[in-house]
């Protein structure tokens, strides 16, 4: 009966450290991104124009 009990938890052990060992793994993979700021620039040179212009031809409209 003592060499079953020995055997039932050094079974025991053994799965539990096995368990133990099988941590899962994260991984995250990032694309780059990439901003283009000309873009953007000319953008808002455009908007900025198209917001002059409006004024002049509405100078009551704010």
Not at 27 to 55: G, S
């Amino acid at each position: 009966m003592n060499r079953t009990r020995k055997s039932l938890a050094l079974i025991g052990l053994t799965a539990a450290f096995g368990l133990g060992a099988c941590t899962p793994t994260v991984r995250l993979q990032v694309d780059p991104i990439q901003i283009y700021a000309k873009l953007d620039a000319d953008v808002r040179v455009r908007l900025d124009k198209e917001l002059q212009d409006l004024l002049v031809e509405n100078p009551n409209l704010f």
